[in-house]
């Protein structure tokens, strides 16, 4: 089993905020300016009220990058899609804790690939839902939007849940990496992550920005500021 290692640079650029019709010079940009992980969102129209991209999406992006692809599953029957998408190139595949399927097979799943599993909580779910499952997990991804849509604001009544999972995962001595995903910007990186997060799933925020190089330096500055 590979263990999957907190990158130095911690962001996870959101393809959904990239510019799809560029999306190979866009792929390269965040590599260029540092970013290691490329985070993709899944979305199957049930789950959450939009669609977005399937398997094949992903494995045109692997065909192209050897970026660590972070894959957000945004669907109400996850285990259908386990294989397909670890066969399409997935290095981490991450799950909700409030799909239809059994979280807990569902992660083994995932596992039994020799890639990365997580479990994703909405703003409605609270850390101690999902804590008996962190053992199996290499990340836990907590959503500050509700899931579905690039480009909204980051709601601040999630935040409280980061130090609760930072506690939890020290207090089970095992690296689990807690990602945060929506309306993170270089505006409000600092205070998430001095709140706990580890990595910064980054879609408008990055791929939208002026100057992405900047925005990267930036989180970096604030990463190191906390100790990461
Ligand atoms: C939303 C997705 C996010 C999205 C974040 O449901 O899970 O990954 O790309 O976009 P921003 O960073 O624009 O909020
Ligand atoms: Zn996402």
């Known amino acids: 089993m590979n263990e999957i290692k907190q990158p130095d640079m911690p962001v996870s650029a959101s393809v959904l905020g990239a510019d799809l019709m560029r999306l190979g010079e866009e792929i390269e940009m965040a590599k260029r300016v540092g ?25 045109a992006i692997r065909k192209k990058t050897d970026l660590f692809l972070d894959v957000h599953l945004m669907l109400e029957h996850p285990m259908d899609f386990i294989d397909i998408y670890a066969k399409a190139g997935a290095d981490l595949i991450c799950v909700h804790a409030e799909a239809k399927d059994d979280p807990e097979k569902v992660i083994k799943a995932i596992k039994a690939h020799g890639i990365g599993a997580g479990i994703a909580i909405k703003p409605a779910t609270s850390p101690e839902a999902i804590e008996h499952l962190l053992p199996l997990c290499d990340m836990v991804l907590v959503m500050l939007v509700e899931p579905g849509f690039g480009g909204q604001g980051l709601r601040q009544d999630c935040m409280d849940k980061l130090p609760v999972l930072r506690q939890m995962i020290e207090k089970l001595g095992k690296p689990v990496i807690v990602e945060v995903d929506g309306g993170v910007k270089t505006g409000n990186a600092g205070e998430v992550l001095e709140a706990g997060a580890q990595m910064l799933v980054m879609g408008t925020g990055f791929f939208g920005a002026e100057d992405p190089q900047s925005v990267a330096d930036a989180v970096c500055r604030e990463a190191r500021a906390c100790g990461l």
């Not at 969102?41 to 992903?58: E, R």
């Open 35 to 59: 970013v290691q992980w490329i985070h993709c969102d899944h979305m199957d129209g049930h789950f959450v009220p939009n669609i977005s991209f399937g398997p094949s999406f992903l494995a």
